[in-house]
């Protein structure tokens, strides 16, 4: 009976402890779309439309993941749901679009990991975003 309650002491620590260790931040998933002229942007047959999330660290530190977003050829929409589809971290992020064709960004490197102008901040209060290609908003004159 005292191995018994012993074992039973030992399943209850053991449990009670694992729930103690670091907390892992919320993963959050972000949903818009790219636009051209406010209309939806199709991609011809032959072009492949690309959209990445790059978080900015406040340090500006290099990042150390990108976030690769599923996009809609048929609608422009896209949908990033970070890695293992189960989100991104919250925070500051510039989002890069790429209109490739025959292997080059058609889109002239406008919108790439570098020059995108478009950085949104992703959190629980995020809406929909929207990349108009054909009009890109101008470039924050503060820190990213």
């Not at 818009?32 to 209309?39: A, C």
């Amino acid at each position: 009976m005292r191995r018994y309650v012993v074992s039973i002491l030992i399943l209850v620590l053991a449990f009670g402890s694992a729930g103690c260790g670091k907390k892992e931040p919320k993963l959050l998933k972000a949903k818009g779309q790219v636009v051209k002229d406010g209309e939806d942007f199709v991609p011809e047959e032959d072009e492949n439309l690309q959209v990445c999330f790059i978080p900015i660290a406040k340090d500006l530190s290099p990042p150390r993941n990108w976030y690769a977003a599923e996009v809609d050829p048929a609608t422009g929409s896209f949908y990033a749901a970070g890695g293992e589809k189960k989100g991104m971290p919250p925070g500051r992020y510039r989002v890069m679009v790429e209109l490739k064709r025959n292997r080059k960004d058609v889109l002239g490197g406008k919108f790439d990991s570098q020059n995108s102008p478009y950085i949104f901040d992703v959190d629980d209060n995020s809406e929909f975003m929207v990349v108009d290609i054909a009009k890109p908003a101008p470039k924050s004159n503060e820190s990213p």
